[in-house]
């Protein structure tokens, strides 16, 4: 396996498990106070609902030629990483009140609690919140899997990343059965946009017809930069912040 | 309407998210680099170099914001 194959499965997996744990506080969330039955029929539809994208963007990328699909896709990886390394970036410098699985599952399952149980079999309140759920966040995992598989030319390798993921995500939940709020969700939002810009700009620029000093060995070089780049500014941030309150955990 | 809407605000939200500078900015530059291509220059550098000054100049501009905020 290439170094850029293993890039491709590390960046894969960590914006799946990203996802992945986002998705599946709600979902406990869900189950806890409403029942598993509508929880776990929102999860289904959800997730036949993504393969469905799968199935239709899939084969439509393999027809464009490869240029223009580098400039589109690393377009699009390039607005998806400079979204998440900049609330990342934020994040780590007390700007932007951090993530925390533990908040987002007490307000879910309040609001869970709150709304009416419809009378019949299917709870639909259940059902939605979990159906959005798992669509939403696993939209941008679904992105990710195309759009890195189908220009490395290994969207075996995209998938088994994601499924990884899945398994390991899903398994310590149901190991903990709760939130899985121990994980790094910050931290590995930060490696994940790293990894993201500079696979946007390496292909992207490659499929504007730029020719990268020393071809592949570029991405080598435009990933720890972006990271250093990133730290440096963080460092920045947090030295012109002098008095700057401490992040509330919570918001999105 | 307000399905369309909805649906309209929703890709806006998951593809521009929550500055469209930065993506305004991707559109720019992948454009002058491809243009410049066109033309004979191997212009390698303008992306990671425009992404650099994109990224700090919207992060800098958050951090005012906030700050700002804050004061207030």
Known sequence: MTASAILLVVAVFLASAVEMVEAATIVVAVGVTRGWHSAMLGVGAGLLALAVVVAALGPALT??????????????????GLGWLRKAILRAAGLKALHNEAETFREQRELAREAAVAAGRLDTYGFTLSFKGVLLEGLEVVFIVITFGSNQGGIGLAALGALAAVVVVLGAVVVVRAPLSRVPE??????????????????????????????????????????????AM???????????ALPQPGAA | MGHVRAFAL??????????????????????????????????????????????AASVFSAARERRGQRRG
Request: glycine share 10%.
């Open chain 1, 63 to 80: 027809a464009i030629p490869l240029s223009a699909l580098r400039l589109a896709v690393g377009g699009l990886l390039l607005v998806f």
């Open chain 1, 186 to 231: 910050n931290t590995m939002k930060f490696a994940v946009g790293c990894l993201l810009t500079s696979f946007g700009t390496f292909w992207g620029a490659e499929g504007a017809g730029v020719t990268w000093p020393g071809a592949d060995i570029a991405l080598a070089v435009l990933i720890p930069a972006t990271l250093l780049i990133s730290v």
């Open chain 1, 234 to 244: 963080v460092a920045a941030l947090r030295r012109t912040a002098g008095t700057a």
């Open chain 2, 10 to 55: 929703f890709w806006w939200d998951f593809i521009v998210g929550d500055d469209y500078r930065i993506a305004l900015g991707v559109v720019v530059l992948l454009t002058a680099t491809d243009l410049l291509s066109r033309s004979g220059a191997n212009v390698w550098w303008l992306l990671p170099l425009g992404v650099v000054t994109m990224l």
